[in-house]
């Protein structure tokens, strides 16, 4: 395996890199006998974001925190760990740090669609969620519902705060009990109507067909 740095910045004050990994020609052409037949990609894009010192995610594994926290970028959280461990520290001139990471290896990615463009604006989404992690609590998200209309008795047209700078209005239905997300659907309130009277109308028509 190869792995190339592919690039460094800070966002917000967090620092992130990106990192290109490849397989070599001799590793690769062991690696399509041993798995005749499937799709494996041949190059990946991996993220990694470095937390402060004093953030409240310093030292802590990915598998341990998921529980509490929803953090949602590609793949999910899949590293944990001190930066010393995936990178030379004396040759970057860095200071070790904690850092969190994710890669875009799972089934169905591929380097066109995951490619470092991508990655970058999913390193950017998870330090947004990392400087407002209260918002990221699970039970703070299954909390962040404000009811605006409701249609009837088993659907309901809800706002939804995902950071603390944004929200969307969502469709629900409820089933057995239980509110179900059906339709994501606009940043704004006349949108939204436009989208809710769309919904309204198809489901009409469905009652004749």
Known sequence: ??????????YKGYMFFIKHIYRDKEYDNIFREMLEG??????WYN????????????????????????????GGITFSD??????DLENMDLEDGYVLGFDCNHVGDNPKDCNQEYVENEC??????????????VNNKNKAVDVIRNIDSKTRLVVKHVLSDK?????EENHQGEWIEVLKI?????????????YLENRRRSLYE
């Not at 395996?1 to 800070?10: F, S, W």
């Not at 004093?54 to 926290?69: A, P």
């Not at 950017?124 to 609590?137: P, S």
């Open 47 to 74: 993220g990694y974001v470095i937390l402060p010192d004093d953030h409240e995610l310093v030292d802590k594994f990915y598998g341990d925190f998921e529980k509490d926290y929803d953090l949602e970028v590609h």
């Open 1 to 10: 395996m190869i792995d190339k740095l592919a690039r460094v910045d800070t």
């Open 38 to 43: 499937t799709q494996i990609s041949n190059d």
């Open 186 to 198: 606009c940043e704004n309130q006349v949108e939204a109507d436009s989208v809710v009277e769309f």
């Open 82 to 87: 001190y930066l010393s461990k995936i990178m």
């Open 167 to 171: 929200a969307f209005w969502v469709i």
């Open 124 to 137: 950017k989404k998870l330090i947004d969620q990392l400087i407002n992690l209260d918002d990221c609590k």
